[in-house]
């Protein structure tokens, strides 16, 4: 029975992990867009500048695969969530 439940535990555990991690990103997302933002605003578009946007865009759109995989992975897992959950409860019901 100890088993089960560290079994049950483990992928809600590596969730939060993957939930964390995905906030991150998207924090991470987000300031590098307000950075943009205020490099525009404080210089608008004068060239010695570009280059330091076109990197930070580059880097917010690197960025964004890294989200979708977290959040990919975070789907997986409450699935796998679901289906122990589920499997559980069918045998307390059964006992």
């Keep these: 029975m100890l088993k089960n439940k560290k079994e049950l535990k483990a992928p809600k555990v590596e969730k939060t992990k993957k939930e964390q991690e995905a906030e991150h990103l998207r924090q991470a997302r987000e300031r590098t867009q307000a950075w943009i933002d205020a490099l525009h605003d404080e210089h ?36 796998q969530i679901k289906i122990k959950e589920k499997s559980k409860q069918m045998l307390a019901n059964s006992v």
Aim: glycine fraction near 2%; charged fraction near 40%.
């Design 44 to 79: 608008g578009t004068q060239l010695e500048n570009e280059a330091e946007i076109h990197r930070q865009e580059i880097l917010k759109k690197n960025y964004q695969p890294n989200l979708k995989n977290k959040e990919k992975e975070l789907a997986e897992l409450e699935k």
